[in-house]
């Protein structure tokens, strides 16, 4: 017998969203998910080796422009974070941010 297919390949798309926290983007579906994978389009992207290797490989056309750019945000201390019973967004780094 073979294989099933993994979950994602007949799962549609589907939006999900905490309804308890409010959002800036009126009309806004929530985050696209394919199963409980977040993706762009319809179809989960999952990259070949070799995409992965020439993807590497290849030259940056950005590369002296992105070593030329040097700033960054300010680094705010936001210990208060842990103990604050207000709602915030706090940026961990590129691409992570932590809802409280």
Request: with cysteine; charged share 20%.
């Amino acid at each position: 017998m073979p294989p099933a297919p993994p979950a994602f390949m007949s799962a549609p798309a589907h939006y999900r969203r905490n309804e308890a926290l409010r959002t800036i983007r009126p009309g806004y579906p929530g985050n696209k998910l394919i199963g409980n994978e977040f993706c762009n389009g319809e179809a989960l992207y999952e990259p070949s080796f070799g995409t992965v290797l020439r993807w590497q490989l290849t030259a940056n056309p950005q590369k002296e422009e992105k070593k030329k750019d040097t700033w960054t945000p300010a680094v705010v201390p936001c210990a208060e974070a842990f103990f604050s019973t207000e709602d915030m967004l706090v940026w961990l780094g590129t691409p992570a941010f932590c809802c409280a």
